[in-house]
Nanobody, 115 residues
Framework: QVKLVQSGGGSVQPGGSLTLSCAPSGNVFTFYRTEWYRQAPGKQRELVATIESSGATTYIDAVKGRFTASRGSARNTVLLQMNSLKSDDTAVYYC?????????WGQGTQVTVSA
């Protein structure tokens, strides 16, 4: 069964940068949209950014100007570049990709921003 595999993440100081990637483990129909979510301790999972197959992107206000979603060089791969990280960005980040067959979730990756 195909899954989404996430990589990247880790611990950085405030103001630092990280890049997350999200890619399928096997061949799947083209994703028409990939969504990035995050879930901080004790909080609900929230949608952070989306990227369409066209390359069009959307972001929540809290990350606008700091996060950038883009398409990777490999088919169906998506990146989330996170700059000027703040302590409020600390969370487990998940990707979710959608195609004609349904949707897939990544396993989640921890991002910790702390001095």
């Amino acid at each position: 069964q195909v899954k989404l595999v996430q990589s990247g993440g880790g611990s950085v100081q405030p103001g630092g940068s990280l890049t997350l990637s999200c890619a399928p483990s096997g061949n799947v129909f083209t994703f028409y949209r990939t969504e990035w979510y995050r879930q901080a301790p004790g909080k609900q999972r929230e949608l952070v950014a989306t990227i369409e197959s066209s390359g069009a992107t959307t972001y929540i206000d809290a990350v606008k100007g700091r996060f950038t979603a883009s398409r990777g060089s490999a088919r169906n791969t998506v990146l989330l570049q996170m700059n000027s990280l703040k302590s409020d960005d600390t969370a487990v980040y998940y990707c979710k990709a959608l195609n004609a067959r349904g949707y897939y979730w990544g396993q989640g990756t921890q991002v910790t921003v702390s001095a």
